[in-house]
């Protein structure tokens, strides 16, 4: 789970992170008080679910309020299109006003999961902004790594040897041995999956600072704070995957025209290769996991057909605990509800698969039904090809 920049900075501050001093706002006339409060002289950022803002407007510095309003209001409602956020952008509708601090230097540090080692890394580099992923590929002797032991934690010689790392000396280098000790004990408090800070600034001023903030809470861990369901922004997340989130259905979008409906990750992992290896593109990873209901069963088809770049579907199910009848229902009554005429591929296969087989041909669907996933992976790539020929 994803949160806005000026909710890490919040998390921040609560566990002793130095952050600039800023204000969420609305509206542009918000923006222009807050910035008036600050002095005039403010930095206004664009609150989306994304990075790379700076590079594409979304980090202005404004000299003065009425500036700050003008500044907003060309801001607010616009969709800003950074690396992070895919062709069609995300709409801002919060601007964290912040004061204008002067940089110094400007540093990479985060923590997140390595899996290749199944443990917390954390990541650090003297050469930090609006560049870092310039950096990781053209000078990876620049980044500097630490695994993290489990059992003895992160320590506080290893934090000092990545502070001295970063060039800090005397009492930044012990800021920073501190913060980096605060932000570890966050990870773990907050069951945080990543925490990112890009910049670590020191001020002309000569302080420590958090200038950005990314957190990412473990999705398995959400269960335990209850808290963070007042953090989502629902503004910034694609309504297919809300929807998904509330039907507990896994729906990833991806980039193909083929939508995927299956049960259990690695039997969609399967199909998305096999897929793949027929020359079909998926359009979405869809797991309805282990034992769907028909209604979840419908609620996860119809997901699939509201996606746009849908243009067949391929349903690949094991119906072990599940009974292959009530995925057919399921399936028909989600295709019934929006006019389905897209043609459907269904590979299903466990208890009652004849009385489900029988349901779907009986429907009057454009659906074939087959008994290997082969079979079904390279029939849903001709079906296609058939349609739009
Ligand atoms: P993003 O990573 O999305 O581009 P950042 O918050 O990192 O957004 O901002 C981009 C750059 O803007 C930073 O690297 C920093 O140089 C500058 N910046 C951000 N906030 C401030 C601020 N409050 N004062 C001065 N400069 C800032
Ligand atoms: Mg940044």
Redesign the pocket.
């Known amino acids: 789970m994803n949160i806005h920049?000026y909710q890490a900075k919040e998390i921040f501050s609560a566990f002793d992170i130095p952050v600039?001093r800023?204000r969420v706002t609305l509206t542009a006339d918000q923006v222009e008080r807050a910035a008036k409060m600050m002095g005039g002289h403010?930095?206004i950022?664009a609150q989306i679910y994304?990075?790379?803002?700076?590079?594409?407007g979304?980090?202005q510095?404004v000299h003065h309020p009425e500036q700050a309003h003008e500044a907003a209001k060309e801001m607010f409602g616009k969709r800003l299109i950074?690396p992070q956020t895919g062709p069609e952008g995300l709409k801002v509708r919060r601007i964290l006003v912040?004061?204008?601090?002067?940089?110094a230097r400007?540093f990479y540090l985060s923590i997140t999961l390595d899996r290749a080692t199944s443990r917390y890394c954390l990541i650090a580099s003297a050469d930090?902004?609006?560049d870092i992923e310039e950096t990781a590929v053209k000078h990876p002797e620049k980044i500097l790594k630490l695994t993290i032991d489990p059992f003895t934690g992160l320590r506080s010689h290893q934090a000092r040897r990545i502070a001295l790392g970063l060039g800090l000396k005397g009492s930044l280098c012990e800021d920073c041995v501190q913060l980096i000790l605060n932000l570890y004990r966050m990870l773990l408090e907050k069951d945080c999956s990543l925490v990112e800070i890009?910049?670590l600034?020191v001020t002309k001023a000569g302080w420590l600072l958090a200038?950005?903030g990314k957190i990412n809470f473990d999705d398995n861990a959400l269960f335990r704070h209850w808290e963070y369901h007042d953090l989502q922004d629902y503004s910034q997340m694609d309504p297919l995957e809300i929807n998904a989130g509330k039907f507990d259905l896994s729906y990833i979008k991806l980039t193909g025209n083929i939508g995927c409906m299956v049960n259990g990750a690695g039997l969609a992992m399967a199909t998305l290769d096999v897929l793949k290896e027929n020359g079909g593109e998926p359009a979405n990873f869809l797991d309805v996991g282990g034992g769907a209901t028909r209604e979840k069963v419908a609620e996860a088809f119809k997901i699939i057909l509201q996606d746009r770049d849908v243009r067949g579907v391929f349903v690949n199910i094991f119906g072990g605990i599940m009974r292959c009848d009530v995925i057919a229902q399921g399936i028909i009554e989600a295709a019934a509800e929006f006019h389905c005429t897209l043609p459907i591929m269904v590979r299903m296969d466990g208890s009652q698969v004849e009385e489900g087989k029988q349901l779907l041909l009986e429907s009057g669907l454009n659906v074939r039904c087959v008994d290997t996933l082969g079979d079904g992976a390279a029939g849903i790539v001709k079906m296609l090809a058939q349609a739009e020929a």
């Not at 994304?50 to 594409?56: D, E, L, Q």
């Not at 912040?98 to 940089?103: D, K, M, Y």
């Open positions: 920049e600039p800023g403010c930095v950022k994304a990075g790379g803002r700076g590079k594409a979304g980090v510095v950074t912040e004061e204008a601090v002067g940089i400007e930090g902004g609006v890009n910049p600034v200038m950005d």
